[in-house]
């Protein structure tokens, strides 16, 4: 993006990189509501993902390329060497939210998919790993999951911190919470190394109303039909269904369900002057803290909700990364130029 830097960076490998939430927020440069993410001395050398709108959209906003392959297709030997591997691995299996069918955890083929890191970082050993999950992992499989996925990935050489972040407390429009699993394959950076801390509490929370674009309120295309509202009333006493979102406070989690959002359904919507409408997936993006350069036209809307709300937001990314070269002592770039980036 904007800056130039003349320092060394770390390397990283993504995999699971979805649209590039995680990838984008660790190597900075990018602009949210106003503030800069400077960069951060790491670059992406390798990064897959095997849903091929997702990686489109990807391959729109960064130089580096990604891949569109299966992850259990990747020869580990044959991927270039790093020093951090990333992955969002996949949660359908683990969320809360997925009570049909019900969570199955790590006996779930996708909830072993995190394997695939086990296997890259047995074999690689690059000196950190960044994973990423929903809340249910911690206490999915009546709570056996999480410490056999700590346990395999001790096994696989590495010390782990974990911690359960709140995105709407790292300036993020979201109440979006996330477990993220930092590994060390150092002692000493295991003991240096500490979460961040949150930097917008209470009082400063980024509020819905902020990422809101009000040209779409002029437009038919986002609400609902009177026939959908109608229905939803049927049900909403018992099922205490449509999620209206308070707009003085950060959204509840948008997830990749806005695809098909319905007034039935638990995702969040607005009410706009009595009417309920749904967010575009611009507002989406905004949400999840994508700066606006960030390009999504590249697939149908309803594919760019899908990659949007699968993301780790970039801005909570850029907050644990950062962390990481706090403790590590590892050289912020030096900027050489500082160009304006929307
Ligand atoms: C939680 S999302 C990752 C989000 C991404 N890290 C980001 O920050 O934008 C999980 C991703 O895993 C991908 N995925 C699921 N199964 C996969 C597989 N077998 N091989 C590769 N990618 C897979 C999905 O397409 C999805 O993009």
Aim: charged share 25%; hydrophobic share 35%.
């Amino acid at each position: 993006m904007g800056e130039t830097t003349r320092n060394k960076k770390l390397k990283v490998t993504s995999l699971f990189c979805g649209c590039g939430g995680m990838d984008l927020g660790i190597q900075g440069d990018f602009n949210f509501l106003g503030k800069h993410f400077s960069e951060l001395p790491y670059e992406v050398v390798y990064a897959a993902d095997n849903d091929s709108y997702a990686t489109a959209i990807y391959n729109s906003n960064f130089k580096h390329k990604c891949e569109t392959k299966d992850v259990r297709d990747i020869i580990p030997t044959e991927i270039p060497d790093h020093d951090i591997l990333l992955g969002g691995f996949p949660c359908q299996s683990f969320s809360i939210s997925a009570q049909n069918p019900p969570r199955l955890g790590y006996k779930d083929e996708r909830g072993k998919l995190f394997f695939e890191m086990v296997n890259v970082l047995k074999e690689k050993q690059p000196r950190f790993f960044i994973g990423e999950n929903v809340k249910g992992l911690l206490s999915a499989n009546k709570g056996k999951a999480f410490p056999m996925i700590v346990n395999e990935f001790e096994k696989a050489g590495y010390h782990i911190h974990y911690k359960l972040l709140n995105s709407s407390e790292f300036g993020v429009p979201q109440k979006r919470e996330r477990v993220f699993i930092v590994g060390f394959r150092e002692f000493d950076d295991y003991f240096k190394f500490r979460f961040p801390q949150p930097s917008t509490l209470n009082g400063s929370k980024v509020k819905l109303k902020q990422v809101i674009d009000t040209k779409a309120d002029l437009d038919d295309k986002w609400f609902f039909s009177q026939r959908a509202v109608d229905g939803m009333l049927r049900v909403r006493e018992k099922m205490n269904k449509g999620r209206v979102q308070d707009l003085e406070q950060p959204c509840n989690t948008i997830s990749s369900h806005l695809a098909k959002v319905s007034l039935n359904g638990t995702d969040p919507v607005l009410m706009i002057d009595g009417k309920y409408r749904r967010f575009t997936p611009r507002e989406a993006a905004n949400i999840q803290s994508f700066p606006k350069s960030f390009n999504l036209e590249v697939v149908s809307e309803n594919r760019q909700y899908r990659a949007i709300g699968n993301a780790v937001p970039p801005v909570l990314m850029w907050h644990v990364a950062n962390a990481l070269v706090e403790c590590c002592s590892v050289e912020k770039p030096e900027v050489v130029k500082d160009k304006n980036v929307v």
